[in-house]
């Protein structure tokens, strides 16, 4: 009998005596694998779940509790989602219906974590700018964002982009590992300690399955190499999958995203570049746009060097990119909303004989 406490389940209420507990830990196409008291099982959602479902934010993903009806012979039924302590998220600008799905804006990559890891390789592929974007959507997550300079081996002197990471990211710690040569990887000990679930996100090529089979000690996941010319690599992790490590901790493994797509990301922008906003109530008007208005606190540091230029382009950017997503986000709920009463209206209005057919 497997306790489910060890992967992280806290619930304290019985689950309804026809229902068992248990965690997504792999997710292919519309197949679940849940790990359970019984073991690992494969499981389907219930026909009834997708009642009053309308994004794919509503549906279980890697890391998720659920409840299932058991079925011992055969693949059993995931009835409902528990509750998420945490969940990372990105925007989908892919626009695709998924059967009942409309146009999905939220993409859930993971859920129920502790740890976000975010892992960047030092080769020719290292950019701030990426990071920080990882970060501010960390950051909305509810889990505790650290960051991952993998291939320390490829560089001789570490100082230099540690410093400029920990620069831009200021209150985040830093970490440079090698899965190579061992390097680093005793630091990150404290963070996976039993019970406790960290999640690796970053591009393809960073390193993420080097570093899952070096902390899995064996060989869990093909590493495939990379480009040359752009030090950029395939995708080696085709789809999520979580894993317990010999610590008693859990590393839920992602595939490599070429870019992270800011929503719902105001808290994060906010925790982010704090020194940013707080520049704002120095400013002579409270409607200063900070472009060219008199007694301006942003221009005035930006002029005095205390707020780099770069740094004050960053969160302009990304707090237009948040804005464009969460308008287009809100517009389509709302037009989904009207399409769903709307809907209702006509069937109520057709059994009681105000349409004919």
């Known amino acids: 009998m497997i306790e489910l406490k060890q992967y992280g389940y806290t619930e304290t ?7 068992f507990a248990g965690r997504v830990t792999e997710l292919r196409r519309e197949q679940y694998t849940v790990i359970t008291e019984h073991g690992e099982i494969a499981a389907v959602l219930k026909g009834a779940f997708y009642y009053g479902v309308e994004t794919q ?33 990105r925007a989908d600008f892919s626009g695709h219906a998924a059967g009942y799905v409309k146009t999905i804006l939220e993409q859930v990559v993971a859920a129920n974590f502790d740890y976000v890891f975010i892992l960047s390789s030092l080769n020719w592929d290292f950019k701030i700018n990426r990071i920080l974007r990882y970060l501010t959507q960390a950051r909305q997550s509810g889990g505790q964002p650290v960051v991952i300079l993998t291939k320390a081996d490829l560089v001789e002197d570490l100082n230099e982009p540690l410093a400029e990471v ?9 970490h440079a590992v090698s899965s190579c040569t061992g390097f680093g990887l005793d630091a990150l000990g404290k963070y996976l300690q039993p019970e406790k679930t960290a999640v ?10 080097s570093l899952l089979n070096a902390l899995m000690e064996q060989e869990v996941m093909a590493v495939k190499a990379i480009r040359e010319e752009d030090s950029r690599g395939r995708h080696t992790t085709t789809h999520r999958q979580l ?25 994060g922008i906010s925790a982010g570049f704090a020194d940013v906003e ?7 008007f409270s409607d200063c746009l900070h472009k060219t208005e008199p007694g301006c606190a942003v ?26 997503v969460d308008d287009k986000a809100g517009y389509l709920t709302d037009k989904r909303a ?18 004919k057919k």
């Open 200 to 209: 690796f996100l970053g591009m393809s090529g960073v390193g993420k399955s």
């Open 278 to 284: 707080e520049l704002f109530s120095g400013c002579r």
């Open 166 to 174: 920990r620069n831009a990211a200021q209150d985040v710690v830093v």
């Open 13 to 19: 209420e019985t689950p309804p005596d026809n229902l």
């Open 338 to 355: 009207w399409h769903k009463d709307l809907a209702k209206w006509s069937k109520q209005m057709k059994k009681n004989g105000g349409i």
């Open 243 to 267: 894993f317990m490590l010999p610590t008693g901790a859990m590393v839920i493994d992602t595939p490599g995203m070429r870019e992270i797509g800011l929503i719902g990301a105001n808290e």
């Open 57 to 89: 934010e509503e549906l279980p993903c890697v890391g998720d509790f659920v409840l299932l009806q058991y079925n011992e012979s055969g693949v059993s039924l995931i009835a409902n989602l528990l509750p998420r302590r945490s969940k990372f998220s």
């Open 299 to 324: 221009l005035a540091a930006i002029d005095g060097g205390s707020l780099p230029r770069e740094h004050w382009e960053r969160y302009l950017a990304q707090k237009q990119e948040n804005k464009f």
